[in-house]
Nanobody, 126 residues
Framework: QVQLVESGGGLAQAGASLRLSCASSERTFSAYAMGWFRQAPGKEREFVAAINPSGTRLNYADSVKGRFTISRDNAKNTVYLQMNNLKPEDTAVYYC???????????????????WGQGTQVTVSS
């Protein structure tokens, strides 16, 4: 069973930065694309960013391009989301997810990810 544990969320003011981490228990972590999604109250879960297994291909939602950066350290079985210039509309629970199939592209489709973390709350005040 794959376990994903997010950390790094919290309260931040608009314009500030936060870095989220997601640690995986899986020994074959480096074989899978990883993604970050978020869900705000009353809204559907939405794609934020994704990264392919080697870290050479990245994909971002338009709403976070230029502000957020996804990266991974396969030696540490960890994926990161650096969030800069935070806005109140970034407030949400952030989830990391592991793609269902190995050696995959950084897909924005939530239904293609088979394992999810418990989520970490990010709250941005204006």
């Amino acid at each position: 069973q794959v376990q994903l544990v997010e950390s790094g969320g919290g309260l931040a003011q608009a314009g500030a930065s936060l870095r989220l981490s997601c640690a995986s228990s899986e020994r074959t972590f480096s074989a899978y694309a990883m993604g970050w999604f978020r869900q705000a109250p009353g809204k559907e879960r939405e794609f934020v960013a994704a990264i392919n297994p080697s870290g050479t291909r990245l994909n971002y939602a338009d709403s976070v391009k230029g502000r957020f950066t996804i990266s991974r350290d396969n030696a540490k079985n960890t994926v990161y989301l650096q969030m800069n210039n935070l806005k109140p509309e970034d407030t949400a629970v952030y989830y990391c997810a592991r793609y269902s199939n190995s050696y995959s592209v950084p897909s924005p489709r939530a239904d293609e990810y088979g394992y999810w973390g418990q989520g970490t709350q990010v709250t941005v005040s204006s």
